[in-house]
């Protein structure tokens, strides 16, 4: 079988080619019992069915796109169990190859207490269809241990496009939202993250920190008193790091782009199939010098409010879809090729990770987070989610050793300026 490869995907396939990115999303379970592996491998097996678009690889002619179904002795990749501490750390940063398959490779590493990696090419979801996998795939390795003759609901098709997204604006609102986003969805200044040069000895890391459950409530409680969110307070935290780490001149001309989950503008709420619905808006906070935290949290709460009254993430959407128009798909495509820059420092929130769903036959982990792409220098991004009540952030780079003991810094400086 064979599906049409979307502009998004598409969009995300140039993110590699342009040096941005390497288009994956990550996600380690860690859970505190051992899983039955082979009821796991079944349970694979099982959710690429319900979400073939999975099962295939990517088939590029030129400027024609598609995805093409694999057989079914190419879909053994999609699972490996280890016991190999080594082999599972290169599992936290595997990079599927989409022209092969399949778009999914999940990593058990057996233990007393066993963990799982997993990668998803982003060509094919963004963090919330990626959160939506999790969910089938507990849920499946549950019905199979009450019934090995279970199977998942699916498969899972419908419109992968995003256009369900604008379907429903008014002219006028398209109108607003276009303009007051005109400059969104590309590189906004030259100021880079310190980090060393390209290298030979850069390999793929993705560095995190947890902040355990009692500061993550004292936070979430203190931005209730003040009408803000755990993403304002990351977002005036990162910006307020910045400054410390790239001084006061350049974090006065930053503009942080960050990413906007776009099924907020659509009819039906249902999880639908696998697909890229996230935009980004440009977030400006001008820091007072000698301001608290408090102060520049106030900030950013007042320029999201702002950016969500103005139809947030709208402006990335209707100017693709506006290209697309003018050009066709396939000239869309080598347009952006041409005039797309990333921005050189950006940041995601890829939400919650939901504990009640995420269970495996009752067993469920005791610790998780969910990350985007890994950034290729001189691309920074700073990464938040949640789970159990627990904050992650995260950077994920092509880097040395040196970087990554500068970005683990970092992420310590970042929690510090959330001072609750």
């Known amino acids: 079988m064979e599906y049409r490869a979307e502009l998004f995907d598409q969009l995300q396939s140039l993110f590699d080619e342009i040096g941005w990115n390497d288009h994956q999303l990550h996600c380690e379970l860690h859970f505190p019992a051992r899983l039955d592996a082979a009821v796991l491998e079944r349970a694979v097996a099982l959710s690429l069915r319900a979400e073939p678009i999975l099962a295939t690889r990517y088939a590029r002619s030129g400027d024609e796109a598609s995805w093409q179904s694999l057989g079914p002795e190419e879909l ?116 880079a993250f310190p980090l060393g040069g390209p290298g030979e000895e850069d390999e793929p890391l993705i560095v995190t920190r947890t902040i355990g459950r009692e500061r993550s409530a004292r936070l979430q409680a203190y931005c209730r008193e003040r009408g803000a969110t755990i993403n304002d307070a990351v977002l005036a935290g990162y910006y307020r790091a910045l400054a410390r780490r790239m001084g006061s001149e350049a974090a006065g001309r930053l503009e942080v782009p960050i990413m906007v989950d776009m099924r907020r503008y659509l009819e039906r709420k249902d999880p639908g199939p696998l697909r890229n619905l996230s ?97 290729r220098k001189p691309h920074f991004q700073l990464a938040l989610s949640g789970y159990g009540g627990e904050l992650t952030l995260s950077s994920n780079l092509y880097g040395s050793a040196a970087d990554k003991v500068s970005v683990e810094a970092f992420l310590g400086e970042v929690e510090a300026e959330l001072k609750v």
Not at 86 to 93: G, L, T
Not at 319 to 337: D, M, Q, V, Y
């Open 76 to 191: 053994g990749a999609a699972f490996a169990v280890t016991e190999d501490a080594a082999v599972f750390e290169a599992a936290r940063v595997y990079r599927i190859d989409e022209a092969r398959g399949p778009q999914l490779r999940i990593c058990l590493l057996r233990g007393q207490r066993d963990s799982l990696a997993i990668a998803m090419n982003h060509m094919i979801a963004d963090a919330a269809g990626f959160k939506d996998y999790l969910y089938l795939l507990g849920e499946t390795y549950s019905g199979l241990l009450l019934d090995p003759r279970y199977a998942p609901r699916g498969p899972l098709g419908g419109d992968r496009g995003m256009g369900g997204a604008t379907r429903s604006l008014r002219p006028a609102a398209r109108i607003k939202a276009f303009l007051a986003q005109a400059r969104d969805s590309n590189a906004t200044g030259s100021d």
């Open 279 to 375: 935009s980004t808006v440009i977030t400006r906070l001008r820091l007072a010098e000698g301001e608290g935290f408090e102060a520049t949290l106030l900030g950013a709460k007042a320029r999201m409010d702002e950016l969500k009254l103005g139809g947030i993430g709208l402006g990335g959407f209707l100017k693709l879809e506006l290209l697309r128009a003018a050009a066709g798909p396939r000239r869309a495509i080598r347009l952006l090729r041409r005039g797309f820059k990333p921005p050189l420092i950006c940041m995601t929130n890829v939400g919650e990770l939901d504990s009640r769903r995420l269970s495996f036959g009752g067993c469920r982990p005791d610790s998780a987070y969910l990350c985007g792409s890994i950034k």
